[in-house]
């Protein structure tokens, strides 16, 4: 059975910085691409950082390149996105998400969703 599970969220300050955490299990992880995603009250949901497990390439989203960074620790079969210089804007619920070979941004190849981790970047 396919799960995937989200840890690390809260509240934090602005500038600030968490970690999120995605811990996957049920499926051949190694054909997959691993993206978060996020979704603000009252906006859609967008992608933050997808990498691949084929060849570790990795993509962000243009708000946020250069603050976070997406990450593989291979022993816990868990992927990592560390989140610096948080800002309000970047409030919302983060999900991870696993997608068959395709690398992207969007949320259409993405077959497998956790249930989230609430952020909160709030003076």
């Known amino acids: 059975q396919v799960q995937l599970v989200e840890s690390g969220g809260g509240l934090v300050q602005p500038g600030g910085s968490l970690r999120l955490s995605c811990a996957a299990s049920g499926f051949t992880l190694d054909a997959y691409t691993i993206g978060w995603f996020r979704q603000a009250p009252g906006k859609e949901r967008e992608g933050v950082s997808c990498?691949?497990?084929?060849?570790?390439?990795?993509y962000y989203a243009d708000d946020v390149k250069g603050r976070f960074t997406i990450s593989r620790d291979n022993a816990k079969n868990t992927w990592i996105l560390q989140m610096n210089s948080l800002k309000p804007e970047d409030t919302a619920v983060y999900y991870c998400?696993?997608?068959?070979?395709?690398?992207?941004?969007?949320?259409?190849?993405?077959?497998?969703w956790g249930q989230g981790t609430q952020v909160t970047v709030s003076s």
């Open positions: 998400a696993a997608a068959y070979f395709i690398s992207s941004l969007s949320s259409g190849p993405y077959d497998y």
């Open positions: 990498i691949s497990n084929t060849d570790g390439s990795t």
